[in-house]
């Protein structure tokens, strides 16, 4: 199994300014990856976080907006840059373990005021 | 391309009610894995099951029960007896056992209000 947390669970920020995310894991995981929800909306995928490079966006999603980084095989950010209160969402980190297993953390909840 | 698609939205009962939530998907992978989760209102998501694309079984826990054909492309979700903790948002997913491993495609979800 795995524990994830996330730093900070919530935050109200100012348009232009910009949040670091972060994702701490209590184990060495495979795979990590960063999910949007966007207010009464599905999840979608933005990334895979990809340990000693670069992350690997999905579609509609940029570097620029949303750089990520993964140090090393616990810890994650997620950085949400110049926002716009269409960034208002909640922003999970998930995590992939050995055996393929899949967890998910608490979640940030954004709100761009 | 895959999809996931919950067709209902909102679903409203009484307290004791049994409620079914549908998923149908959209894959052209033979091997694939499905999850249903449940967000209550505080947000996190909650894992209730998953199941691979070879194992057809239908499967019972508790008040919660889940029917996979793949016949039909579906994978529906069950709730006997539904209570007010019931009450939350139910998401069907996927994700492929390919190179997508850990990816998921979430359905839009599906509002469950249980009251007294």
């Known amino acids: 199994s795995a524990v994830i947390s996330q730093k900070p669970s919530r935050d109200i920020c100012q348009r232009g300014t910009s949040l670091t995310i972060q994702c701490q894991v209590d184990?060495?995981?495979?795979?990590m990856f960063w999910y949007r929800q966007q207010p009464g909306q599905s999840l979608t995928l933005i990334a895979t976080a990809n340990q000693g490079s670069e992350a690997t966006y999905e579609s509609g999603f940029v570097i620029d907006k949303f750089p990520i980084s993964r140090p090393n095989l616990t810890f994650s950010t997620l950085t949400v840059s110049n926002m716009s209160p269409e960034d208002s969402s909640i922003y999970l980190c998930s995590v992939l373990v050995l055996g393929d297993e899949q967890y998910f953390g608490p979640g940030t909840r954004l709100t761009v005021t | 391309a895959q999809k996931v698609t919950q067709a209902q939205t909102e679903i409203s009962v009484v307290e004791k009610e049994d409620v079914t939530l549908d998923c149908v998907y959209e894959?052209?992978?033979?091997?694939?894995?499905l999850f249903w989760y449940k967000q209550p209102p505080s947000g996190e998501l909650v894992f209730l099951i998953r199941r691979n694309s070879f194992d057809e079984q239908n499967e019972i826990s508790g008040r919660y029960s889940w029917n996979f054909q793949k016949s039909t492309s579906s994978f529906n979700f069950t709730i006997t007896a539904s209570q007010v903790v019931d009450s939350a948002v139910y998401f069907c997913a996927l994700v492929l056992g390919s190179d997508s491993w850990g990816k998921f495609q979430f359905g839009a979800g599906t509002q469950v209000v249980v009251t007294p």
């Open positions: 894959t052209r992978d033979t091997t694939y894995y």
């Open positions: 184990s060495q995981v495979t795979m």
